[in-house]
């Protein structure tokens, strides 16, 4: 499984910005985007179950929204902040692999 993340940048706080992961794969048991802010653990930030299942983060719910197709993995985020700030990792778990895209800068500046 290779996974290919993109559309991150620099923005104000308040604009937006849509993440988008290239997931072209015939099975899995989630998907999601997790984050690394500077000097902290990598943590989720949303995923999507097979089941069709959806899980934010209390801090991203209400301004992120995630979704996907056949190929695609996509994380729109709106009302962007300082703290939101982070390297962001595409995710894609089959049982108990995980597989992970290269990441991508998301920064926010105030």
């Known amino acids: 499984v290779q996974l290919q993340a993109s559309g991150g940048g620099k923005v104000q706080a308040g604009e937006s910005l849509t993440l988008s992961c290239d997931v072209s794969v015939d099975w899995f048991t989630s998907m999601g985007w997790y984050r690394q802010p500077p000097g902290r653990q990598r943590e989720l930030v949303a995923s999507?179950?097979?089941?069709?299942g959806i899980t934010y983060a209390d801090s991203v719910k209400g301004r992120f929204t995630i979704s996907r197709d056949q190929k695609t993995l996509t994380l729109q985020m709106v009302s962007l902040k300082p703290e939101d700030t982070a390297v962001y990792y595409c995710?894609?778990?089959?049982?108990?692999?995980?597989?992970w895209g290269q990441g991508t800068q998301v920064t926010v500046s105030s």
């Open positions: 995710n894609v778990q089959r049982w108990a692999d995980d597989f």
């Open positions: 999507i179950r097979a089941s069709g």
